[in-house]
């Protein structure tokens, strides 16, 4: 079922995802269940392209996915291609310091990539009306953050160190996947994992996989 006509018009939206499949597949969800509500204006693959097309439509609403070529959805923002323009942050990664940092680069809210069309259309409308939304668990990251219990200063000082490859690597291994499952989940061989494995566990001085999950447990990178 389509959601009610907005009074003001369609919101004018760019979606940025790296995964032409993906983008293929909301817009479908958009176009199916936001008739009348969202119109999509643009698309784009990578920071550069996002930029350019967000700088020439001036969308009312981004969506925008956190890991991109070129600098990761932060990247856009930071480069303000259009200052009226609201960043709705839609990620398969439900990592604290993903949703913390994405917030903090200024999106008006993180939703992840479980979420249903019409779930999807009412985010995008309430970010447009200058709503903060996020996925009921995301938000605990982001009121734990201004509350201090989580010290994000000190999780952005670890990941510093690591590459984004590294991190996607860190994070897999820590939830308990084996190292093929890891190669297969990112495309990788085996001997690249173990490669990463090793080089993530010496920047952050710790000796095991098992040290590894406690590490990304306490700092709720899971």
């Known amino acids: ?11 004018r939206l760019v979606l940025v995802d790296d995964h032409a499949m993906f983008r293929a597949g909301v ?4 176009t199916a269940a936001g008739a009348g509500v969202v ?10 392209s996002a930029v350019a097309v967000i700088r020439e439509q001036r969308p009312d ?3 925008l996915d956190v890991h991109l070529p070129g600098g990761g959805g932060v990247e856009v923002m930071r480069r303000q291609p259009s200052p009226d323009t609201c960043y709705l942050a839609l990620s398969v990664s439900d990592a604290a310091e993903d949703v913390i940092g994405t917030i903090r680069g200024g999106a008006r809210g993180y939703v992840t990539k479980t979420i249903t069309g019409p779930e999807l259309v009412d985010a995008v409308g309430r970010v447009a009306d200058g709503d903060a939304v996020f996925s009921p668990r995301l938000a605990g990251f982001v009121l734990d953050a ?12 670890d990941l510093d160190r690591l590459t984004e490859r590294e991190r996607e690597v860190m994070r ?3 939830r308990g996947y084996a190292y093929k499952e890891v190669a297969k989940e990112l495309f990788i061989s085996v001997k690249t994992v173990e490669t990463h494995m090793s ?11 098992h040290e590894l999950t406690r590490w990304a447990n306490d700092r709720r990178l899971l």
Do not use: H
């Open 199 to 209: 080089s993530t566990l010496r920047k952050l001085q710790l000796s095991s996989r």
């Open 61 to 63: 609403v981004v969506l």
């Open 27 to 30: 817009r479908s969800e958009l």
């Open 172 to 174: 897999l291994i820590a």
């Open 146 to 157: 201004f509350a201090g219990s989580i010290d994000v200063a000190a999780v952005d000082e």
């Open 1 to 11: 079922m389509n959601a009610t006509i907005r009074p003001g018009g369609p919101v």
């Open 39 to 48: 119109d999509i204006v643009g698309e784009a693959p990578d920071v550069d």
